[in-house]
């Protein structure tokens, strides 16, 4: 199988294996035992922390550990009070509007953030926002459908002057492009360790000290009391590592996945009638979303599958459905092309050979119906 779905998930890699591989066999004490194996095992979420906190440039006593990034989404909006204004971007994840909507439901203030052709917060949008100011917008970093990149640092500092408080979703920048959560200066940042060739199941909420956080899992004193459970500790030494080795090689990677993103898009542009959205705007180095008119796109992708090809019609906890992309309606991409969306997400194990053999399996599918 040609795997073209990174934006899914990642392969985990042969490092984060090894690391976590003795929390999985003979460090199995629990965290918040005081003898010498659940030492062991706290000083070891203690370096994977450290480790997060170096990635994204963030104090490692403001990260608490999740699920993944559909919890750390949750738990960044739960910090909102009964009767808050919430404004949401609408490109953002599920995790962010699902739990939007369900807030909504209760008491909650809900507001969309419109974006332009482009995918981009225009300037206008803002103007509106800052003359209506919510308690809290959540505004993803970098779309997972589409791969733009919102220019959020200077998003922040209007929204910051009028006391705004800013969630993101960096959810699919992290390990591609740099993130520094200082840098950014947003209040919430969440993250998730799957998406940079860490294992499933664990990610990570970043909160700016001295802001309330209202656990969602009660019941321990783990997190500094804001998510109760004993600690999967090989997951979170497994994204710690994951962390440690993208920041290792940020570099040479965005580079490698830059070119073949390229050389893709060249290739793509041969075939006649193809649109790749959101084309002109900055993007993430290993995302393309592409359509075409009169082609169903989930049938594409099971006669791409069928060929031992894998690739996204969008997003993977989105999928399934047989509505288009939300992403792709909000930037006014009219239903039956953004219906026939395909999204190629790039990896550090793809190779230029493969993406010309997928353009030619692509055309001949694509002329033959």
Do not use: W
Request: charged content about 20%; hydrophobic content about 40%; some cysteine.
């Amino acid at each position: 199988m040609i795997y073209f779905d990174h934006n899914a998930t990642t392969p985990l890699d042969e490092g984060v294996l090894e690391a976590m591989l003795p929390f999985l066999r003979t460090c199995y004490g629990n965290p918040s035992s005081l003898y010498r194996q659940g030492r062991l095992t706290r000083s070891a979420i203690d370096n994977a922390r450290e480790q997060i906190a170096s990635l994204v440039d963030a104090p490692a006593s403001q990260i608490i550990f999740t699920s993944g990034g559909t919890e750390a989404n949750n738990l960044a909006l739960a910090t909102l009070a009964p009767h808050d204004k919430l404004a949401v971007c609408s490109t953002e994840h599920p995790s962010v509007t699902e739990s939007a909507n369900s807030l909504q439901k209760k008491s909650i203030k809900l507001s969309r953030i419109n974006v332009d052709s482009h995918g981009l917060i225009a300037q206008k949008e803002l103007d509106q926002l800052i003359n209506n100011p919510p308690n809290l917008a959540s505004i993803m970093l970098a779309n997972n459908e589409t791969g733009v990149i919102q220019d959020l640092a200077a998003i922040t500092q209007q929204l910051r002057a009028s006391n705004i408080k800013i969630h993101t979703d960096a959810v699919q920048a992290l390990g591609k492009i740099p993130v520094s959560f200082k840098q950014l200066a947003v209040h919430l940042m969440s993250l998730s360790s799957h998406k940079i060739y860490g294992p499933k199941g664990c990610g990570a909420l970043i909160y700016e000290k001295g802001l309330k956080i209202n656990p969602m899992i009660i019941g321990g004193g783990q997190e500094h009391e804001y998510r109760a459970g004993t600690e999967n500790v090989a997951a979170i030494v497994g994204f710690g590592k994951a962390a440690e080795i993208a920041k290792d090689n940020l570099t040479t990677r965005t580079t490698h996945i830059l070119t073949l993103r390229k050389q893709l898009e060249i290739e793509l542009k041969t075939i006649a009638n193809i649109s790749i959205f959101a084309h002109d705007s900055e993007r993430l180095p290993n995302t393309v979303l592409f359509g075409m008119p009169e082609v169903d796109g989930e049938m594409l992708l099971m006669k791409l599958d069928q060929k031992g090809y894998a690739v996204s019609s969008g997003s993977a906890c989105a999928s399934g459905g047989k509505e288009p992309s939300p992403s792709l309606i909000a930037m006014g991409i009219e239903p039956i092309l953004a219906k026939s969306a395909i999204r190629i997400s790039l990896g550090l194990g793809n190779t230029q050979k493969e993406i010309s053999s997928f353009i030619q399996l692509l055309k001949s599918l694509v002329y033959q119906a």
